[in-house]
């Protein structure tokens, strides 16, 4: 997600927010992992999300609401921002996201590995 008023033309990294907490994770080089159209979720966000749905089996239904990630309507577990209830996160995108993060050597990622 973009800050508001950012101009499409100039984006700055501090115009950069995730989607699920709104800080700006590029200008403060938080690892981030970009979803379609712009969505941002920080690896913060993703380890909270990574805990309740993967780690615990968790997780809402977004009945009938997309995931922010990916865009699609999805029956599996979600995330659901407590700061922002717009913004949700499939189970799928979710492991995309971790698995991606502990490939990355810069990112910080101490989620347990998936099971399957």
Known sequence: MQR???????VQPEDILCDFCRR???AKDIPSIEGHHGSII???????????????QAGVDLEGASCTMCLEERSDPAWRSPLHEEASICRRCIKLGGRAFRKDGQA?????????
Do not use: F, H
């Open 24 to 26: 700006a994770t590029w």
């Open 108 to 116: 910080a990622w101490g989620a347990k590995p998936d099971k399957d």
């Open 42 to 56: 920080c690896t913060d966000c993703l380890a909270c999300a990574w805990t309740e749905v993967v780690e615990l």
């Open 4 to 10: 508001p008023g950012t101009d499409p033309q100039n």
